[in-house]
């Protein structure tokens, strides 16, 4: 039977589930640890009364609820990784206040376990003032206009385009909760961008939604550039998603012994994060040692998903693996994530070892199509990029191009992407050179582009039309899509590069966008 620490076994039971219902009491667990079975309940008592064995029912997820007596090792219940397990006792109702709670059961592969915790009675009215909801079914037309009419009498405001769209708002479900209406971000298509890629080829007329002027002529007029100079060269370098639990120790030697033992069972580690879903592979793990504590980051193909939730999973996986059988240190305690793998955060870590997708979109630039469409010398831009290299490095900024999280921020809105990740994706490395001919020869490298085609927001109505447009929808289409998203990053710093070289900059900001105040009026 594998061990299992106390800290971890805690965190089986669902915290703030203990509420009165008008069947008796519920409270629920959670399998955290592995797939398992339950084969048997030996015992629940609440402050010190044990229940009687006839009066508990267990229902897995919104299943049938099942008489505990009937659950054992001939009948078990399946009980999956990830799977909450409601537990209802035919009971008097509970009085307000902490509650212990004993609960001892059976399961197959962890034995008979014990869980003591204190709870506090959760009333199930609704805390006053809140958004209203549904908990059977909170998408309806219904529950919907409750929150709109909610909102409209809280705020005064009147909602008439929040609340106006043309999907079915059970699309969501998984997306967005207390669904209330729509954002609706002006779109717009620049392009064609001619992309001479190894998954993406030929013309692409690419979506951004944002609300700032000039940005979309921006990026059209840098597309314009590049398709008159030959179009623009991308490659994906590198692919893998990270999750970094940390490990802690009683003593730094016990720390490094651990690490050792990791890389000795590395193997056996892929062998239980790659069962945990078809689309996860795990590539190599890195470890950093500081003090008692041994940070892990486990690198991971995702395929066409940004992937957070899936290695957060199987990395899950991988550590209840490794405390059930790690004989080299005694494990004290863990944290799933250590901030370590960064997520939605830029960072040195990623620079230099790649999260997500790692891009590189170059092309050379003609100097006589520059100067005919930019009214800018390729010499300009280069001098340009040695002055502003120096700015960022005095700045301490993560990018040393001008504005790769403006293309990256429009596209993400467009295609459904999670956009707080524009904060890594926008990390860049802008190179210029000048060639013999006074051509210009620039690339972008985005060492941390986190983007999918399947998943997440990209099968929402109009943003699978914005990712459809580029044939980039679906399975098999991820790489395709980082390069189109690199080949237009590289648009707009052609284009911006020589908008402030030719100091047309503000001024195209005050034809095109909104520097006038007057203008909203």
Known sequence: ?????????????????????????????????????????????????????????????????????????????????????????????????????HLAFESKPFGYLVLEVQDRLKTAA???????????????????????????????????????????????????????????VPLGFAGPLLVNGEHAKGEFFVPLACSEGT?????????????????????????????????????????????????????????????????????????????????????????????????????????????????????????????????????????????????????VVKRDVLLEVMDADTESLELHSKIAGIGTLMSGANNNGCHAANAITALFLATGQDVANVSESSQGLLYLELTAEKDLYMSITLPALIVATCGGGTGLPTQREALETMGCYGVGKVFKFAEIVAGTVLAGEISLAAAISSLDWVSSHDQYGRNDPSASA
């Open 1 to 101: 039977m594998p061990f299992i620490p106390k800290a971890l076994l805690g965190k089986l039971y669902n915290r703030t589930s203990l509420r009165n219902e008008t069947d008796g009491v519920r409270f629920s667990v959670k399998n955290r640890l592995s797939p398992a079975n339950l084969s048997g309940i030996s015992r629940i008592a609440i402050d010190g009364q044990t229940i009687a064995r006839e009066c508990i029912s267990v229902t897995v997820e919104n299943g049938q609820a099942l008489p505990a007596v009937n659950i054992s090792p001939e009948k078990p219940l399946d009980f999956p990784l990830g799977t909450l397990l409601q537990i209802c006792l035919d009971v008097e109702p509970l009085p307000e206040g902490l509650h212990d709670i």
């Open 215 to 363: 940005l979309v002529a921006s990026y059209n007029r840098g597309m314009k550039v590049l398709h008159r100079s030959g179009g623009v060269t991308c490659a994906v370098v590198g692919d893998n998603m990270q999750r970094a639990p940390a490990f802690i120790f009683d003593n730094a030697a016990s720390a490094r012994d651990f690490t050792g033992w990791i890389e000795a069972h590395t193997e056996d580690i892929r062998a239980v994060t790659d069962a945990t879903d078809p689309f996860v592979r795990l590539d190599y793990i890195d470890h950093f040692l500081a003090s008692k504590f041994a940070y892990l980051r486990f690198n991971f193909k995702t395929g066409d998903a940004a992937g957070m939730n899936m290695v957060g999973k199987a990395s899950f996986a991988a550590c209840n693996w490794i405390i059930e059988n790690c004989d080299a240190a005694e494990i004290r305690h863990f944290f799933l994530e250590s901030n370590f793998a960064t997520d939605k955060k830029a960072s040195m870590v990623n620079m230099m070892r790649t999260r997500g997708k790692r891009v590189v979109a170059e092309a």
């Open 126 to 184: 609704s805390t006053p003032g809140a958004v209203p909801r549904d908990t059977e079914d909170d998408y309806s037309d219904e529950i919907i206009r409750k929150r709109q009419d909610f909102i409209r009498n809280r705020t005064g405001a009147d909602l008439a385009h929040i609340s106006s769209f043309s999907f079915d708002p059970r699309v969501t479900r998984g997306n967005i909760e207390h669904f209330t209406g729509v954002a609706q």
